[in-house]
């Protein structure tokens, strides 16, 4: 990415990431929740922060519609589009771990080099990539905005699963495999991975 604006400097807070992580009692990371269209990702993200504020940790969720009404609100849905749609996400998403949060982040993102550029921007550990695996035929059938059937009809363009490519992660550090499963149990295995890695306590 080419930056445009120029004297720019970055600029550090008063209190330092290790303190504020230890104030929290947690250390700030990012939950990247992908997956198709109608997998669970924002339900089972929601509910994730759900269990963990009831811990009293600190988490927020970052919505992949929720932000194209706004932040991404200029963005399309083409190849290049998705892709700076998850650089800002993922800009965010470092600042918010960086105050010691535990930033949940649920959107499609289909391509793996988006996904790890994210990956790259963290330190080692702090970002966590939920593949939340829901077969194809279990997303339509869920469909809750009516997009599949939309596609189908060749009424949307470059949609995710059906006329546009979903690269699935290779190596997730949690796989969730969602069909037949309750959104709690989901939330419970998201948590669960938290504390054995030490995130939270």
Not at 41 to 51: C, F, G, L
Request: glycine share 10%; charged share 30%.
């Amino acid at each position: 990415m080419q930056r445009r604006a120029t004297n720019v400097v970055w600029h550090h807070g008063l209190v330092d990431r290790p303190t504020r992580e230890r104030l929290l009692g947690q250390q700030g990371a990012v939950l990247w929740f992908t997956g198709l269209s109608g997998s669970g990702k924002s339900t089972v993200a929601r509910q994730v922060e759900h269990d963990l504020l009831h811990r009293g940790r600190f988490a927020a969720v970052l919505d992949g519609d929720n932000l194209r009404h706004d932040l991404n609100a200029d963005l399309g849905f083409s190849p290049e589009d998705r892709t700076e749609n998850i650089r800002r996400v993922g800009a965010v998403a470092r600042i918010l771990a960086e105050s010691g949060a535990l930033c949940l982040a649920a959107f499609v993102s289909p391509y793996r080099a988006d996904r790890d550029a994210v990956r790259e921007r963290l330190d080692e550990g702090r970002f966590i990539e939920v593949f939340v695996d829901t077969p194809l035929a279990v997303c339509e059938s869920r469909d809750p905005k009516g997009l599949y059937e939309k596609a189908r009809r060749g009424e949307i363009k470059d949609f995710t699963g059906i006329s546009a490519p979903y690269e699935p992660p290779l190596s997730p550090e949690i796989h969730l495999r969602t069909d037949g499963r309750t959104v709690a149990a989901c939330a419970e295995e998201v948590v669960g991975e938290l504390v054995r890695r030490g995130i939270i306590g």
